[in-house]
Every structure is written in structure tokens, then in C-alpha cells.
């Protein structure tokens, strides 16, 4: 079945540090692929999307190439603020399942000024 | 995007008791919406698709009995847990796809369960 791999965490940086966060996938098609963020004691917030490969999304400094030969969909930013520090969920739209998404396990980032 | 809300932002509650969640649509009408559970440190899982005027469709390992899901009109869904147990503490957020798009989701705040 489909299914999503993240690196695992917690990730703590700097700030003004570049912050990569790894996701891969497993899917049958070609599914929609996004990265939420959830901020402590909130909900999720979608962050950036890509429908197709070799789209990139982008958002708030954040982007995210959809690489259909490696299966990835890699989150980057080039300089991360303290403001970034929240869990990062990477999913896909599992379009069988009228839109449902999975998500992969969350990276938790934290930034220290 | 679409704005989503979800009703109470936190509650606590007496293990047997049961607690009602309500997710609306406040600025689109969506006829499915799904409901999520997350464990501390873990991802969301799926429970069921709620859909409306018709039974929600259940995850497998997901009692329906107990989670029971009323998505009586276009803008309103509604999770009730029944004879909730502290295993049922958890953090439960439901989802919808907006008007223009089907495979992005907007998501309520979440609603946090302790049962005591």
C-alpha cells in the first residue's frame, strides 16, 4: 500500500541554519504530495503542496521539489528562524480513498536564537 | 483555503461518560470529511470518512460503535466517543478538502481528549 518515510527527529538548529528534512514515498500512480506544519497545541496547517513531478512548492521561505525518479519530496529552507520550531508531517493523497492522506511519523524541529 | 473549526478545543472527562466533537466547514460545504487521531509523538491516523447523508466509513481496527460519526449536513460533523476510557486520550482533528481542490486537505484546531 502507500506509505510515507520521514527522517526521524527531533532536528535542533541554529538559527540562520539550513534545515533539510527528508521524505520519501511508496505509492501506486501519482499521487499529491504535501508537508503540514503543526505548531504546538495547534492543528496542522497545510505548508506547501506539489501535484505532479518535478513541481516545486514553496511557502514562507520553505520549498520542496516533487522527484518522481527518487520518490522524494525533500522539505528545505535556507535560513530557518526560532519561529519554524514546530513538527513537520510529510503525506500523500491516497486518491482511492477519496482524498484521504497519509501522513508520515512528524519531524519535530527546534531552533535556538 | 478553507476554514475549518472544531468544538471544544480541550476537554476532560470521567472515564465512562461520553464526549461529543463537532467539526464545521465555515466557508465552504463539504460532503466528506475525515476524522484523525493523534497519539503524543506519533502521526495521524485515519479513524473514518464521514460522509454526508450517509454512514461514515470506518478504518479497519476503528470500533464504530464506539466512535460514532453524524455528518447530518453539508457544513456540520460530529464525533462522539462513547463510554470513553483513558486509552481514549488523545488529540482528534478532522479534515476536509475545500471547495476548489480534492486532494488538499484543511484541518480544524484539534480537540484534546483526557479521560480520567
Known amino acids: 500500500g502507500n506509505s510515507v518515510t520521514q527522517m526521524e527527529g527531533p532536528v535542533t538548529l541554529s538559527e540562520e541554519a539550513f534545515l533539510t528534512i527528508n521524505c520519501t514515498y511508496t505509492?501506486?500512480?501519482?499521487?499529491?504530495l504535501f508537508w503540514y506544519v503543526q505548531y504546538p497545541g495547534e492543528g496542522l496547517q497545510l505548508l506547501l503542496k506539489?501535484?505532479?513531478?518535478?513541481d516545486k512548492g514553496s511557502n514562507k521561505g520553505f520549498e520542496a521539489t516533487y522527484r518522481k525518479e527518487t520518490t522524494s519530496f525533500h522539505l528545505e529552507k535556507g535560513s530557518v528562524q526560532v519561529s519554524d520550531s514546530a513538527v513537520y508531517f510529510c503525506?500523500?493523497?491516497?486518491?482511492?480513498?477519496?482524498?484521504?492522506?497519509?501522513f508520515g511519523k512528524g519531524t519535530k524541529l527546534s531552533v535556538k536564537p | 483555503g478553507a476554514v475549518v473549526s472544531q468544538h471544544p478545543s480541550r476537554v476532560i472527562c470521567k472515564s465512562g461518560t461520553s464526549v461529543k466533537i463537532e467539526c464545521r466547514s465555515l466557508?465552504?460545504?463539504?460532503?466528506?470529511m475525515f476524522w484523525y487521531r493523534q497519539f503524543p509523538k506519533q502521526s495521524l491516523m485515519l479513524m473514518a470518512t464521514?460522509?454526508?447523508?450517509?454512514?461514515?466509513?470506518?478504518e479497519q481496527g476503528v470500533e464504530k460503535d464506539k466512535f460514532l460519526i453524524n455528518h447530518a449536513s453539508l457544513t456540520l460533523s460530529t464525533l462522539t466517543v462513547t463510554s470513553a476510557h483513558p486509552e481514549d486520550s488523545s488529540f482528534y482533528i478532522c479534515?476536509?478538502?475545500?471547495?476548489?481542490?480534492?486532494?488538499?486537505?484543511?484541518f480544524g484546531p484539534g480537540t484534546r481528549l483526557t479521560v480520567l
Open positions: 503525506a500523500l493523497s491516497d486518491r482511492g480513498s477519496q482524498g484521504n492522506l497519509i
Open positions: 505509492a501506486t500512480g501519482y499521487p499529491s
Open positions: 464521514s460522509n454526508e447523508g450517509s454512514k461514515a466509513t470506518y
Open positions: 479534515g476536509t478538502n475545500g471547495e476548489t481542490s480534492t486532494d488538499t486537505q484543511y
Open positions: 506539489a501535484t505532479k513531478a518535478d
Open positions: 466557508d465552504f460545504q463539504a460532503t466528506t
